[in-house]
Every structure is written in structure tokens, then in C-alpha cells.
């Protein structure tokens, strides 16, 4: 195990720079995930950490070395790719012993590791198997499963779930993090999907357009965002924004917006009277309340244990999740409050918190 310094790292392909000085330090036996939309550099700096890409500027250091000039398999990392990059003519034993047999292992130690990992990954019953007759889900593990036997200091996953069902990729989620919890070996994993993130991260590193928008706990950032991309993208489903007015015209200030509904927040922070702002919501922190807001059902989604309701406030929509099932149903009329304590307000022209 080893941490990982990335610091101020800058990738350009020609003259266009797609990684704008991105510093992330991870401490050794993290769970790091970076997270991002597509294109938001968070792939390209995985190769760059796995060696497959030049580093244009900056230095990445792994333990207490700096690899930026070392080949990939001198790195002792282990690589989980997207497509499993599985070996159609060997068993799954072959494919998770090959690494080590390329190393010029023995074959007691080749076997002692794979049917060790064999048997962390449940796969002791498919060792003879070859990739065409595994599932998807066997597949992935058989690619964990090789990345096992190498025991490195560092495993890379980059989006590993991807080609999975929605119902196994849940069940992936878990194994892979029951498998970092047993191993406690240093992990950066790249995800577009905000929910993986969430669930396995020790820390999250949010990316947009080449740079980092926010990193800290899963919760840190879903409690704490510091700008609105930030509290859009976790969350789901993502946080409603309204735009308004700051009132701070003495006693209990609120955000007001154009159609005149008076949105709470507890404390006037210190952007001032009639500020333009974006107020945050989530779609959990909505109630119901005879004093509440008018909005007008659009849509009514139920989930079983919740349900989801998309309503207009104005010309806005927004998402409200209830546990209690209500007898509602479109164009019915209903009266929403707001959590004072729960809301975000974000500057309207940066887009940076101002609470």
C-alpha cells in the first residue's frame, strides 16, 4: 500500500490543455473516487496515474517516488478496465495468474495467489472456465481477480460498472467495496455515476472541464456544497434551483422569487439587500404545509418506499420525494415549505456559495 501525491498536474493534447493544474493528495489505504460528466479530464488523469498517458507538467508520486518518467509496469499498480480486457483463449485461472507468470513466478506461488483471490472473488468454481462462458458480473471479477494476485499498492478502476445491469451493478457496487474494507489497498476509481460515488468513497473529487470543483467526504460534499455545479451533480435526484431575489429587509430575511413566492432561509448571509442568488433545495427537504408555497403537480412518480413529485412553481419545476403517500395527482394544487435550515443559496453570476 502507498499513498498517492498528484500535484498541479497539467495534460495537453497539441495546444489544447484538458487538465488545468489538478492537485489531489490520497492518503495511503483510500478510497478515492473521482467523479465527473463526460469529458471533464477525470479518465485522462487515471491514464496519466497508470502511466498510459504523458504528464505535460506537474509530478505524480506514488509512495515516495515520483513516477512521471516511469513505465507502467514498473508502477505496481493494478488496472480495472471498462471492458474486463480479459484474454479469450486462456481459463480464468490463466487470466489472473498471467501477470505473474510473465514475472517469472513459480507455479506454486501463481496458484497459491490466484485460488487465494479465487476464493476472496467467489470464483474458485469457474477457474476452468474460459471469459465466453462467464456472465458479465463473473467477468468483472475475474479482472478484479487479476488485479488481486499482483498485489499491488495501488488499484485503478476506470468505470468498471458501466457495461453492468442496474440490479448488478448495485450488487458490484458492494463487493468492490467489501473488497477494498478487506484489503485496505490505496484505490482511485472513475465513475460519471454521482450514486457510486457516493456509496463507496472515502473521498469524492468532483471534475469539471479540467479541474477540481470540490473534494471531501461523500457527505461533506452532499451537506456542504461549494457552488452550484457542485450541488447539482451529487445528489440524486439533484438538488432544485430556483432563481431569486435576497430580502434582508430586517427581522427574518428569505429569497423571493420572480412570481412573488417568499422562499426561507435561516440567517442573512453577507451578500446584502436584493442580491440576484440561486436557491438551493433538495428534493428531500421539501414538505408539505398549509403555509407553504403554491405549485401545481406535473408529474407524480411512485417509487414504493417514496414518491416523487415534479411540480411548477411559477414558470419553475422542482422535485419533491415524500415517504407518506399522498393522494395526488396532475394539475392538483399543492402547498410546499422548504427546510430553512436545509437550504443553499449560491451566487447567481459565479455560481459560488454565499452561505
Not at 11 to 16: E, L, P
Not at 74 to 81: C, K, Q, T
Not at 85 to 103: C, D, E, I, W
Not at 173 to 183: D, P, S, V, Y
Request: charged share 25%.
Amino acid at each position: 500500500m502507498a499513498s498517492v501525491q498528484i500535484h498541479d498536474v497539467r495534460k495537453s493534447f497539441g495546444g489544447f490543455e484538458v487538465l488545468h493544474g489538478v492537485s489531489v493528495p490520497i492518503e495511503d489505504g483510500q478510497f478515492v473516487v473521482l467523479v465527473g460528466p463526460s469529458g471533464c479530464g477525470k479518465s485522462t488523469l487515471l491514464r496519466m496515474l497508470a502511466g498510459l498517458e504523458k504528464i505535460t507538467s506537474g509530478t505524480i508520486s506514488i509512495g515516495d517516488r515520483v513516477v512521471n518518467d516511469v513505465q507502467p509496469k514498473e508502477r505496481d499498480i493494478a488496472m480495472v478496465f471498462q471492458n474486463y480486457a480479459l484474454y479469450p483463449h486462456m481459463t480464468v485461472a490463466q487470466n489472473m495468474g498471467f501477470s505473474l507468470k510473465l514475472r517469472g513466478a513459480d507455479k506454486s506461488e501463481i496458484d497459491q495467489k490466484v485460488n487465494r483471490a479465487a476464493d476472496i472473488l467467489d470464483l474458485r468454481r469457474l477457474l476452468e472456465r474460459f471469459p465466453r462462458q462467464l456472465s458479465g458480473g463473473q467477468r468483472q471479477r475475474v479482472a478484479m481477480g487479476r488485479a488481486i494476485v499482483r498485489d499491488p499498492q495501488v488499484f485503478l478502476f476506470d468505470e468498471p460498472l458501466s457495461n453492468l445491469d442496474a440490479k448488478l451493478r448495485v450488487a458490484m457496487r458492494a463487493e468492490i467495496k467489501e473488497l477494498h474494507q478487506r484489503l485496505k489497498t490505496t484505490t482511485v476509481y472513475v465513475t460519471h455515476d454521482q450514486i457510486e460515488a457516493m456509496t463507496m468513497a472515502d473521498k469524492i473529487v468532483v471534475m469539471q472541464d479540467g479541474i477540481v470543483e470540490q473534494m471531501g467526504a461523500p457527505l461533506e460534499l452532499y451537506d456542504h456544497p461549494e457552488n452550484k455545479f457542485v450541488a447539482g451533480f451529487i445528489g440524486s435526484p439533484a438538488m432544485n434551483f430556483l432563481e431569486g431575489t435576497l430580502k434582508v429587509n430586517g427581522g427574518q430575511p428569505w429569497v423571493e422569487t420572480a412570481n412573488g413566492a417568499k422562499l426561507p432561509i435561516t440567517a442573512a448571509p453577507a451578500a446584502g439587500n436584493d442580491k440576484a442568488v440561486t436557491y438551493g433545495i433538495r428534493p428531500e427537504h421539501l414538505e408539505f404545509a398549509d403555509d407553504g408555497i403554491e405549485a401545481e403537480v406535473v408529474v407524480v412518480e411512485p417509487m414504493g418506499s417514496e414518491t416523487q413529485v415534479v411540480a411548477r412553481i411559477g414558470t419553475q419545476d422542482i422535485i419533491a420525494i415524500f415517504r407518506d403517500r399522498r393522494p395526488v395527482a396532475p394539475g392538483d394544487k399543492i402547498h410546499l415549505r422548504p427546510r430553512a435550515n436545509s437550504a443553499h443559496l449560491f451566487d447567481k453570476e459565479t455560481g459560488k456559495r454565499v452561505n
